[in-house]
Nanobody
Framework: QVQLVESGGGLVQPGGSLRLSCAVS????????MGWYRQAPGRERELVAT???????NYGDSVKGRFTVSTDNAKNTVNLQMNNLKPEDPAVYYC?????????????WGPGTRVTVPS
């Protein structure tokens, strides 16, 4: 069983930055897709940023140019650098990892970390 634990959430003023980190309990060799989704109250979970099979990255339209996803293979972490945070960014941010991006039902999820940006 793969376990993921997010950290780094909190309150930040509009225009500020936060860095989220997700510790993954398994080796990245068997996990070809990993990244971040978010869910705001009353809304569906949406893609923030992800690595897909082969190392390509996908970003949600609303975060392109502001957020950057990265991995630290030595530490088994998936990170999300969030810059220029906006009042529409508050949500619970969830880290995930999966054997393949095309197999969402095989994904492992963390419990989430909350990001708050006051309007």
């Amino acid at each position: 069983q793969v376990q993921l634990v997010e950290s780094g959430g909190g309150l930040v003023q509009p225009g500020g930055s936060l860095r989220l980190s997700c510790a993954v309990s398994a080796s990245f060799h068997a996990l070809n897709a990993m990244g971040w989704y978010r869910q705001a109250p009353g809304r569906e979970r949406e893609l923030v940023a992800t690595f897909t099979d082969g190392g390509s990255t996908n970003y949600g339209d609303s975060v392109k140019g502001r957020f950057t996803v990265s991995t630290d293979n030595a530490k088994n972490t998936v990170n999300l650098q969030m810059n220029n945070l906006k009042p529409e960014d508050p949500a619970v941010y969830y880290c995930y990892a999966a054997p393949s991006y095309s197999c969402p039902h095989s994904a492992y999820w963390g419990p989430g970390t909350r990001v708050t940006v006051p309007s």
